[in-house]
C-alpha cells in the first residue's frame, strides 16, 4: 500500500507501469475509489503508458479529514501528489467529479497537464437541494442510505444485469466511503462553478459522456465541450454514469484515439 503525504494528509496512490515516458493519471468519482480504473489499466499498460491512480481525499485509503473541502483542494492535491512523484505533467483522467478535478486542473494547474480526459462530468450543478437531500440521507444512514438508488444511476439495468461482478465491485466501493469524506466532498461538487474557468482551458481535451447518464448528462457534457477550445466531444451509447465500465471497451477505444493524437 503506497501513500504520500499531500497537502496535510495521507493519500492513497498506486502506480502500474513506467510512469517515466507516457504517465497518465485516473482520478475517480465521489463514492468509489481507485479500483474505478481496473478496466482501464490492461489497456492503457498495453499502448506503453504508465498509471498513475489514487484515492481522491475523504475516499478509499486517503485520509477523510473533517471538510469544507473545495474542487480548487481537490485539484491542490492531485498536483501536490505529482510533485511527490517527481512527475511534472500528465495526461489527466477523471470521471465525473474526477472531471471536475480535471478541469479545475486545467484552469489551476496548466503546467502539469498535457492533455485532459473529463468523463460523465459537469461544470456545474443546479440541483443544489438534492445534494442536500444525500448529504442528509447519508449523515442520518450511512452509506447505505443511497447505495442502491446510487447504482441505479451509475449503471443501466441492462448493465446491471450483464455486469454483475462489477456492479459488486461498485457497490463495495460505495459502502466502504468514509462519510465524512462523502459529505465533504458533495459539499464542494455542491458550490463548484467551473463555467467561468474552463474557456481558459488550453490543453487538448476530450469529453465523454454516456448517452443514459442521468446524473451528469450528455447535455452538460456538451457544455463543457463547447466551453473549452477546442475540445471533442463522444458519447457512449448503452452507458450511464460509469461509462468507463458500463462499455470499457468503447470507453478504451476513444482514451486510445484521443492520445494517439494529441501525442500520448
Aim: net charge negative.
Amino acid at each position: 500500500m503506497a501513500k504520500h503525504s499531500v497537502n496535510g494528509i495521507d493519500i492513497h496512490y498506486q502506480i502500474d507501469g513506467d510512469v517515466s515516458d507516457r504517465p497518465i493519471m485516473c482520478s475517480n468519482s465521489l463514492a468509489s475509489n481507485l479500483n474505478m480504473w481496473d478496466l482501464q489499466i490492461e489497456h492503457l499498460l498495453a499502448q506503453g503508458f504508465g498509471i498513475i491512480r489514487y484515492d481522491s481525499r475523504g475516499h478509499g485509503q486517503s485520509e477523510a479529514p473533517k471538510g469544507p473541502y473545495s474542487i480548487e483542494m481537490l485539484a491542490d492535491d492531485a498536483a501536490g501528489l505529482l510533485t511527490t512523484l517527481g512527475i511534472q505533467h500528465v495526461h489527466f483522467c477523471g470521471l465525473s467529479k474526477g472531471g471536475m478535478v480535471a478541469q479545475m486542473m486545467g484552469v489551476r494547474h496548466p503546467d502539469r497537464v498535457k492533455s485532459l480526459i473529463i468523463a460523465d462530468s459537469a461544470a456545474f450543478m443546479p440541483a443544489k437541494d438534492t445534494w442536500e437531500q444525500r448529504i442528509q440521507a447519508v449523515t442520518a444512514g450511512g452509506m447505505e442510505a443511497v447505495v442502491d438508488a446510487t447504482l441505479e444511476r451509475w449503471i443501466t439495468s441492462e448493465g446491471r444485469d450483464r455486469l454483475p461482478d462489477q456492479v459488486e465491485l461498485i457497490r463495495r466501493m460505495i459502502l466502504n466511503t468514509p462519510v465524512q469524506g462523502f459529505v465533504a466532498c458533495s459539499e464542494a461538487i455542491k458550490s463548484m462553478d467551473m463555467r467561468p474557468g474552463n474557456p481558459k482551458i488550453t490543453a487538448p481535451t476530450l469529453v465523454i459522456c454516456g448517452k443514459q447518464d442521468t446524473g451528469t448528462t450528455p447535455q452538460q457534457a456538451e457544455e463543457i465541450a463547447e466551453a473549452v477550445p477546442n475540445a471533442e466531444l463522444e458519447l457512449i451509447d448503452n452507458a450511464a454514469h460509469l461509462a468507463n465500465i458500463e462499455q470499457h471497451e468503447v470507453f478504451n477505444s476513444l482514451l486510445s484515439k484521443f492520445l494517439a493524437k494529441v501525442g500520448g
